[in-house]
Nanobody, 112 residues
Framework: QVQFVESGGGLVQPGGSLRLSCAASRSILSRYAMYWYRQAPGKQRELVAHITNSGSTYVVNDVEGRFTISRDIAKNTVYLQMNSLKPEDTAVYYC??????WGQGTQVTVSS
């Protein structure tokens, strides 16, 4: 069973940037789509971005122009580059392959 480990979160000021990483324990990126979700306190988990097995990308409207999803197949890693961060981006960020398998998440806090 594949496992995912997210990293790269932290505390950043509004307008700042972070790059999140999601490392998969097996070589699956060329076979499966990968997704980034986030969950803010008191809210449901929501989709942020995904990348297909062929490399096509999609981000939701709220982060379009600020967030970019990418991958490094050789490293079995998916990235989420987050620029121009806003306080409302504060959440725990998770990655998944669309199955019931999730990483432990990484906390992103945007605050001055």
């Amino acid at each position: 069973q594949v496992q995912f480990v997210e990293s790269g979160g932290g505390l950043v000021q509004p307008g700042g940037s972070l790059r999140l990483s999601c490392a998969a324990s097996r070589s699956i990126l060329s076979r499966y789509a990968m997704y980034w979700y986030r969950q803010a306190p008191g809210k449901q988990r929501e989709l942020v971005a995904h990348i297909t097995n062929s490399g096509s990308t999609y981000v939701v409207n709220d982060v379009e122009g600020r967030f970019t999803i990418s991958r490094d197949i050789a490293k079995n890693t998916v990235y989420l580059q987050m620029n121009s961060l806003k306080p409302e981006d504060t959440a725990v960020y998770y990655c998944t392959d669309g199955s019931s398998i999730w990483g432990q998440g990484t906390q992103v806090t945007v605050s001055s």
